[in-house]
């Protein structure tokens, strides 16, 4: 699970782009952190990027699909 110290550099936010499911080898809209839905590892992916097609067995667990967690954007201005 992602994890952060402080807070105030945080913002909640509603947008569909937490809504979008990815699967290996897709290109992702936006540079974040995305989480596997079937199993919880979490990786860091670049936006345009495609998500990596390696990923462990999941057999058991059931499709690899991943989804946004933590959206990284520039700062304004820069």
């Not at 947008?15 to 992702?28: E, L, R, T």
């Not at 995305?34 to 999941?58: L, M, T």
Request: hydrophobic fraction near 35%.
């Amino acid at each position: 699970m992602a994890q952060y110290k402080y807070s105030d550099r945080l913002v909640q936010a509603n947008s569909w782009a937490f809504d979008q499911d990815y699967k290996p080898g897709q290109s992702v809209t936006n540079a974040g952190i995305y989480r596997c839905r079937a199993c919880g590892d979490e990786i860091v992916v670049d936006k345009g990027a495609a998500i990596p097609k390696s990923h462990h067995d999941h057999s058991l667990l059931g499709p690899v699909v991943w989804q946004l967690l933590i959206f990284a954007q520039k700062h304004p201005g820069r």
